[in-house]
C-alpha cells in the first residue's frame, strides 16, 4: 500500500497544479491590478513614487486582456511580447513633459491617443516583415489608454488632432474592465471556446522548407536532421562480414573449384535447368559477385548462361 501511495503521489502533484493553472492565472492579474490601482490612488503623484506602481497595474491590465486575445487569435510569440512592451513602454513620453522640454505638465502627452494607434496600425499594414510586432505594439497602446481614462485628470485626448478635449470616466470603467477581462477568460477556458483559432500574422512558407522555419527551403539534411545520406563504408562492411558463412546462391559455382552452378530440384548440368525455365520465370543470365577478401579466393563471376 505504501509503494503504491508513493507511486501515485508524482501523478497527484501533477494533476493539482493542472487544475487551478486556468483560473489562479487570471486572477492573480485581476488581484495585481486592482490593488496596485488601489495604491496608487491613495499616495501623492511622483515620478517615483507613483510612476513604478502605475506601471505594474497597466502591465497587469495588459496581460490580462491579452488572455482573452489569445483565445481568438493564433498569433506568435512576437505579437503578445510586443503588446506588453507598448502597454509600458508609452509613458516614456512623459519624459519630456517632466523636463519642462516640450507641452503642459499638466496634460498628458498627444501621443497618449488613438493617433499614435493609428500610426501602428498603419506600419503593421505595410511592414509584412514586421506586422506582428507592430500589431502587438498597437494593441498594447490600446490596453494602455483604456486604463489611462479612468485615472481621472487630466484624462487621455483619445482623439486628437481631431478634438483637443480629454476623455476621463470614472473607477467604475476599470474595475468593469478588469471583471470582464478576468470572467470572459476563466468562462472560454472552461467552456472550451472558441474551438478553433484564427491564424494570424502566419508568413507561408516557401516550397520545400520546414513549416516556420524562418530560413527559407529546407536542405536534404534538414528535412531529415540526423539522417544525412552518407555512401556506403564498403571497407566497414567487409570487415564486419563473416568469413565462413557466405552461402552462395544455387545457381553459381565457384571459379577454379570446379563446381557446376546448382539449381533446386534439378541435376548439376545446366541441362536440367531447361526443363525448370516457366517455373522460374526464364532466366536467361546470372551475375555473381563475390569478395575476394570475405571468400579468401578471387573474386567470380558467372556471366550469361548459356544453355546447350
Known amino acids: 500500500m505504501g509503494a503504491g501511495a508513493s507511486a501515485g503521489r508524482p501523478g497527484m ?22 490593488a496596485f490601482d488601489a495604491v496608487e490612488r491613495t499616495i501623492p503623484f511622483g515620478v517615483w513614487t507613483t510612476g513604478p506602481v502605475d506601471e505594474v497595474s497597466h502591465l497587469s491590465t495588459a496581460a490580462l486582456g491579452l488572455l482573452v486575445v489569445v483565445r481568438f487569435i493564433d498569433a506568435p ?15 516614456v513620453d512623459h519624459i519630456p513633459l517632466y523636463l519642462g522640454l516640450l507641452g503642459n505638465q499638466a496634460q498628458r502627452p498627444v501621443t497618449h491617443s488613438l493617433s499614435t494607434v493609428a500610426v501602428f496600425a498603419v506600419a503593421a499594414a505595410a511592414s509584412r516583415r514586421h506586422r506582428a510586432v507592430l500589431a502587438g505594439a498597437a494593441t498594447g ?7 489611462d481614462i479612468a485615472e481621472g485628470y487630466p484624462g487621455v ?16 470603467w476599470f474595475l468593469g474592465m478588469i471583471i470582464v477581462f ?24 516557401p516550397p520545400g522548407s520546414i513549416p516556420g522555419s524562418p530560413h527559407g527551403p529546407a536542405s536534404s539534411a534538414d528535412r531529415s536532421p540526423g539522417l544525412a545520406p552518407q555512401a556506403p563504408d564498403l571497407a ?56 575476394a577478401r570475405a571468400r579468401g579466393q578471387r573474386a567470380m563471376r558467372c556471366g550469361p548462361r548459356q544453355d546447350h
Open 13 to 34: 502533484r501533477s494533476a493539482v497544479p493542472r487544475r487551478i493553472r486556468w483560473w489562479a492565472g487570471p486572477l492573480l492579474l485581476a488581484a495585481v491590478a486592482l
Open 182 to 205: 478576468t470572467a470572459a477568460r476563466l468562462v472560454l477556458v472552461r467552456a472550451g471556446l472558441p474551438h478553433t483559432r484564427i491564424p494570424v500574422f502566419r508568413t507561408p512558407s
Open 141 to 147: 497602446l490600446v490596453l494602455h489608454f483604456a486604463r
Open 77 to 91: 510569440r512576437r505579437f503578445y511580447v510586443a503588446a506588453l512592451i507598448a502597454s509600458v513602454a508609452i509613458d
Open 157 to 172: 485626448r483619445v482623439f486628437w488632432p481631431l478634438q483637443d478635449t480629454s476623455w476621463m470616466v470614472g473607477y467604475w
Open 236 to 291: 566497414a562492411a567487409d570487415e564486419a562480414r563473416p568469413r565462413s558463412s557466405l552461402p552462395s546462391p544455387p545457381w553459381c559455382g565457384h571459379a577454379g573449384s570446379g563446381n557446376t552452378p546448382r539449381w533446386p530440384g534439378s541435376a548439376t548440368h545446366p541441362r536440367g535447368v531447361r526443363n525448370r525455365r516457366p517455373a522460374i520465370g526464364r532466366l536467361s543470365s546470372v551475375s555473381c559477385a563475390f569478395d
